[in-house]
């Protein structure tokens, strides 16, 4: 009679389809992949996704000196933003940024500075 291994519960283990732990190792290799894929798709950081909080960022500083303050846009022709002390925008425009297959533009209002945003694919 043949020993049985220690190891064993003497019961066959059954060898089609898979194993739990098989499919959330994929899943998960999949979901990283996945995120690669849409990260490397986007827009870069440094221009459309970052705009917002530079504009807003030098907008209050305008505000909180009480001087004019200005800056230069990443986009395609390197946009002049400029406010005056009282944060209203003095320099005003469209700006389009383009990365990938979408295209953004930012359209700068004259006084308040309000900021509208449309996405043109």
């Known amino acids: 009679m043949a020993e049985r ?3 064993t519960t003497g019961r066959h283990r ?12 994929s899943l998960s290799v999949l979901s990283v992949l996945g995120l ?7 827009f870069s950081r440094g221009s459309f996704s970052l705009f917002p909080d530079k504009y807003l960022e030098v907008q209050s500083e305008a505000l909180l000196h009480a001087a004019n303050r200005s800056f230069a ?3 395609d022709r390197g946009t002049l ?7 209203n925008a003095s320099h005003i425009g469209t700006i389009v940024f ?8 930012a359209v700068i209002e004259l006084g308040g500075g309000r ?4 996405n043109d694919r």
């Open 5 to 7: 291994s220690p190891f």
């Open 14 to 25: 059954r060898t089609e389809g898979y194993v739990l732990l098989e499919l959330l190792i």
């Open 36 to 42: 690669l894929g849409l990260r490397s798709a986007g």
């Open 73 to 75: 846009a990443e986009d």
């Open 81 to 87: 933003i400029g406010f005056n002390r009282y944060g």
């Open 98 to 105: 383009s990365g990938g297959k979408k295209t953004y533009t």
């Open 115 to 118: 900021l509208v945003f449309r």
